[in-house]
């Protein structure tokens, strides 16, 4: 049997609801990071102390994409947003306040158990969201994350600035996200997840088939995460290190990343209406790749500037739709599915960088960029997999063969 659909004003609201979770997602990360240095000077913390912080956030944030995402199943995705939102704005507020390196290590792994339930939550939400609009919507939820991420980067830096303390900062960021959790929680789309019939696919794939199709998913993302790693922590080292640019110059490669990424996302959903998910990320694969390749071959700083945007506008749309792709799989097991595909994926943010520069050590980072261009290359050609096995379980599909969508 299959579930009625929300009304348009309903459905609408659910879409806002889950495009605050992203957004709000983003802006904490986005001013934790950015009042990281006063986290140092508060606490008068050395840079290998400050590690122990930095990890203790890694290592919740693992634990709510690995363990924690999986209850999105049982308890629904729109629940477990709204508890994972508000404890996002209630912890960002109290780590502030936190007594001391051990304290603020504590509050920091609930924070970053917090912020990985929420990744998971929000995108099986979206996911939902998305299979009820009846057409593609999930890159415009990851443009409005990266705004999010832009936006507390500013709101951060603008405290900074201003030399405003560390827990008035946490403090009014926190409520601020409290607010929009609250918002969302009076919005969401409640989670039929739990409820959903499987798909045709999912009673087509045998369970050990489909678990390992959901880990070479995983493996896809992890290839795009070691290409947003690389960005983030070696673009401006190449620029200036390699290329002679000035530190100035050489902080516009990863600006040039961000904003072609935040550019490709919010035109994403229009493309793979156009080109459907496979064409969209096997494209969006060789510009990352040929992009980047051609910078390193070229060696001018222009250039980098250049091919490190064309990587980011490349990447935009691929883990958009391959979280898509495993969410509509199987409604039943999306949030644990999800968990897995996350997890593995943000393997590839983490290890990724430190991969390139222990590459660097015995090699040269120029060399060592080149494992983020043979990766993009090795999901171009791995793209096929986001075929939907019926056309039905394809958005694009539905929409382009008289779907209905609100606009």
């Given at each position: 049997?299959?579930?009625?659909?929300?009304?348009?004003?309903?459905?609408?609201?659910?879409?806002?609801?889950?495009?605050?979770?992203?957004?709000?997602?983003?802006?904490?990360?986005?001013?934790?990071?950015?009042?990281?240095?006063?986290?140092?000077?508060?606490?008068?913390?050395?840079?290998?102390?400050?590690?122990?912080?930095?990890?203790?956030?890694?290592?919740?944030?693992?634990?709510?994409?690995?363990?924690?995402?999986?209850?999105?199943?049982?308890?629904?995705?729109?629940?477990?947003?709204?508890?994972?939102?508000?404890?996002?704005?209630?912890?960002?507020?109290?780590?502030?306040?936190?007594?001391?390196?051990?304290?603020?290590?504590?509050?920091?792994f609930c924070f970053g158990a917090a912020h990985g339930t929420l990744n998971i939550a929000m995108n099986a939400n979206a996911v939902e969201v998305q299979r009820a609009w009846g057409r593609p919507i999930m890159s415009s939820f990851h443009a409005i994350y990266s705004l999010g991420g832009f936006a507390g980067a500013l709101i951060g830096g603008q405290f900074a600035r201003h030399d405003v303390g560390l827990g008035p900062t946490f403090l009014i960021a926190g409520l601020g996200v409290l607010a929009l959790a609250a918002w969302a929680g009076l919005w969401v789309l409640p989670s039929r997840a739990a409820t959903a019939e499987p798909t045709a696919e999912s009673v087509a794939a045998p369970p050990a088939g489909r678990s390992a199709l959901v880990v070479f998913l995983g493996v896809l993302v992890l290839c795009t995460l070691v290409g947003e790693g690389a960005a983030a922590d070696w673009s401006a080292v190449y620029l200036r290190d390699n290329l002679l640019s000035t530190p100035g110059f050489a902080a516009y490669g990863y600006a040039a990343f961000a904003i072609m990424m935040t550019a490709g996302r919010v035109f994403g959903d229009r493309l793979v209406m156009a080109l459907g998910p496979v064409m969209l990320v096997r494209a969006g694969s060789v510009v990352a790749a040929a992009g980047l390749g051609a910078a390193l071959l070229v060696h001018r700083p222009v250039a980098g500037v250049i091919g490190f945007g064309l990587l980011g506008l490349g990447l935009s749309g691929i883990a958009p739709q391959i979280f898509s792709a495993v969410g509509s799989r199987d409604p039943r097991r999306s949030g644990r599915d999800l968990s897995t595909v996350v997890s593995i994926g943000y393997l590839g943010f983490l290890l990724g960088p430190l991969l390139i520069g222990a590459a660097a050590t015995v090699v040269s980072l120029p060399t060592a960029l080149w494992i983020p261009v043979v990766l993009t290359l090795v999901v171009a050609a791995a793209a096929g997999v986001l075929r939907p096995a019926t056309p039905d379980a394809d958005p694009a599909a539905a929409s382009s063969t008289g779907g209905r969508s609100p606009r």
């Open positions: 049997m299959t579930p009625v659909q929300p009304d348009r004003r309903r459905l609408r609201r659910g879409r806002i609801a889950t495009s605050l979770a992203f957004v709000l997602f983003g802006t904490a990360l986005g001013v934790w990071t950015a009042r990281l240095p006063a986290v140092k000077e508060k606490l008068g913390l050395s840079d290998g102390r400050l590690t122990f912080v930095l990890l203790s956030f890694a290592a919740g944030c693992i634990l709510g994409l690995a363990l924690l995402g999986r209850l999105s199943d049982r308890l629904g995705s729109s629940r477990l947003l709204v508890v994972a939102a508000l404890l996002e704005g209630a912890l960002l507020a109290g780590a502030g306040f936190a007594p001391g390196l051990t304290g603020l290590c504590v509050v920091v």
